[in-house]
């Protein structure tokens, strides 16, 4: 029996952008002998840096305790002016032991509200940025006082993902707190009222770029007194007033970036913005469902401004803000990045416009919305592998993540469109999304994983990503020691060994020891991890050679161990397919035997039997039919009660699935072989 079934999909120049490797560094690099014993304490000490940057704050922390030498140099001031706490929990007491090390900290990342939380204690007073995600917890007390204790802070980012618990009361508290600010994003506040808006005007005179995203209600009045922004973005928030809009905003008197993206605007404040402003350069009002059903849109005047849309070609539009436009119609992205000659203001707006887009795209992409094929075919996959050759990383894992949702039909059938899917590949974005898979950056790791296994779903797109090499990228990553990333490229292997052409070469990167060393080493991490990793060995498990490489690494053991103990449906699922495919080969080798003499094992596929999931129930029902084989496993299957509960599964099962029935009866059958068996069977 080899049953299948693919997961399901996951809710400088061009190459510059991507930072170094991990996988192509050499030994020779270093200067030493490939074969000899290496004595590390003698590194040069800007390799030592090197090789430390190369680490997130943990491995670094941990490195740096090893000798005296390595503790002077793991403390260098450039490797902690930077700090990524997304990748691992992040608490008060960790926080307290890096503290002597931040003290010139200028850039942080976190995740959740126990991060920050814990932010305070890492004492890092001459902070200057702040970028956090998963803040639906974050209460305006946590951001007051982180916002006191770091007076220097420039920037501050919260989002995609709705701050819900942060009102305009913490806003206020921003403004009186940090006069330098020069940037504010938040995204989901309730109620952004003119007192806080009011106060920043007033407290933060160099605050240039303002993001009040998917919002439910912005003071639109208050907003023209923030004279000193020159970027803002309202997208995505709700209740906006455009005819207030259109008469105050474009009195703005450095507004040069407005983005009005996915909200409700119409042609006639877009026109009007667009006419009035003498500051206003660019124009961003990608899906706007109102503004796209108006047929007087197509006749609007720009006045010479950037109006980028659905309906507008927007790599030509771009190419309006360089004084060469020759090359109308090419990416000017690339170009932008590629040229020697760049002014100041048009860096701003290009940096600008690539955080915008991405977040609009990606946000766009989760919705769904009828009716974009033809965009996302023309121009939305293009601008996706564009931004991810950003050279800022947020811009990148959002590309990626975009590109990753963009594909997806219907998540709960793991079904993808293949035209998007196949324009992601003819426009290279397999070679791009493989060298960011091989950044040193987590984030980068964890997001590229996951397109790539989305992606391959389609088979022509997995083919692709086995041919670039693709496979030994996914099968290292699955050996992460951050859980995120480990667990996308566990995904990836699961879409990939589909194919009966890539489970050989899974095998031969290690990617088979690679998914059981996940099982152990993430037993009790999470369901999504463990799903992967046993829906990827069950479809190796298919294949003969590789049941054998599953059974050697100790793939049984990891396996019944789930089927054992994990209460997760969809990892009981997976581990009882495992088993069955383990168990489906016959004399051909001797895994039918291993499984069956496992401890454990047959009790715990008799109890899945009992399971309240039919998913389940018909996957445990599939592994004992295919031990019912072995003379010694149907005793012991009877013995574990296992004639009862497969009597008791095909009496309930008239109204399920034909696999549920199939497996119950084959089960049943197998069973009677045995004498002793039969006759229970019958009565």
Sequence with gaps: MTRRVRRKVAKKGKDDAVSLSYLEIEVEDLGLERNGDVDWTSLPDDTVIQLFSCLNYRDRASLSSTCKTWRVLGASQCLWSSLDLRAHKFDTATATSLASRCVYLQKLRFRGAESADAIIHLQAKNLREISGDYCRKITDATLSVIVARHEALESLQLGPDFCERITGDAIKAIALCCPKLKKLRLSGIKDVYADAINALAKHCPTLVDIGFLDCLNVDEAALENVSSVRFLSVAGTSNMKWDVVSHLWHKLPKLIGLDVSRTDIGSAAISRLLSSSLSLKVLCALNCPVLEEETSISTTKTNGKLLLALFSDIFRELSSLFAETSNKGRNMFLDWRCSKNKDKNLNEIMTWLEWILSHTLLRTAESNPQGLDNFWLKQGAALLLSLMQSSQEDVQERAATGLATFVVIDDENASIDRGRAEAVMRDGGIRLLLNLAKSWHEGLQSEAAKALANLS??????????EEGGINILAALARSMNRLVAEEAAGGLWNLSVGEEHKAAIAEAGGV????????????????????????????????KCSMEVAIVGGVHALVMLARNCKFEGVQEQAARALANLASHGDSNSNNAAVGQEAGALEALVQLTRSPHEGVRQEAAGALWNLSFDDRNREAIAAAGGVEALVTLAQSCSNASPGLQERAAGALWGLSVSEANSLAVSV
């Design 457 to 466: 779903v389609n088979a022509n797109v997995a083919k692709a990503v086995a």
């Design 513 to 544: 020891k690679a998914l059981v060393d996940l099982i152990f080493k993430w037993s009790s991490g999470g369901d999504g991890v463990l799903e992967r990793a046993a829906g990827a060995l069950a479809n190796l498990a298919a294949d003969d």
